[in-house]
């Protein structure tokens, strides 16, 4: 977890990759639907480029099939999910009827002026100020408070600085998971 432009994506690559498990990130899902124009592309694309989520059951909808594939029976990485309570609720019920568990949260730390920065730099489609300061406002209106949430589900929640070198972050991230 983290705001927009913490580098989810970023290191989510890089540990799946290490762990040799799949990462499923609703975002990358969703632009590829997108580009592909798909019925889930058309549907999602005037909520992403509003900057504002894409609603909750179309969500579920793309994780419940994630999760139904072979590869994810031996563990996953989820980027970009859940960023609402709902969400997180429609995972656990996901998660129990497949009899797992999550092992725990990594969460990237990342100061608003900094996101600004490296976001109105990066030039994607959703990258316009007015558009990241909407996705800031949802993240700390509807994502943030998920951690609490998580936290008094008695959910692992690690917390690593998302500002530095990107190796170094992902060996702060190893460390914390003690892998
Ligand atoms: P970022 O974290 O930089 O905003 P993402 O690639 O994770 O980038 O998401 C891009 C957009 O895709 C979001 O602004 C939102 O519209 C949509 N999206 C991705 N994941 C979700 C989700 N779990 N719930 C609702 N909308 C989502």
Request: hydrophobic fraction near 40%.
């Amino acid at each position: 977890m983290g705001p927009p432009g913490a580098g989810k994506g970023t290191q989510g690559e890089l540990l799946a990759r290490r762990l040799d498990i799949p990462r499923y990130s609703t975002g990358d899902i969703l632009r590829q639907a997108l580009r592909e124009g798909t019925p889930l592309g058309l549907e999602a694309k005037k909520f992403m480029h509003a900057g504002e989520l894409v609603p909750d059951e179309v969500i579920l909808g793309i994780i419940g099939e994630a999760l139904g594939h072979d590869e994810s029976a031996q563990g996953f990485l989820l980027d970009g999910f859940p960023r609402t309570v709902a969400q997180a609720e429609g995972l656990s019920e996901l998660l129990a009827e497949k009899g797992l568990d999550l092992d725990a949260i990594v969460n990237l730390s990342v100061d608003d002026e900094e996101i600004m920065k490296r976001l109105s730099t990066r030039g994607r489609k959703d990258d316009l100020v007015e558009t990241i300061r909407r996705r800031l406002e949802i993240y700390r209106a509807d994502t943030k408070p998920l951690l609490d949430w998580y936290a008094g589900h008695g959910v692992r929640i690690l917390s690593v600085e998302g500002v530095g070198d990107i190796d170094e972050i992902q060996a702060d991230i190893l460390g914390s998971l003690a892998l």
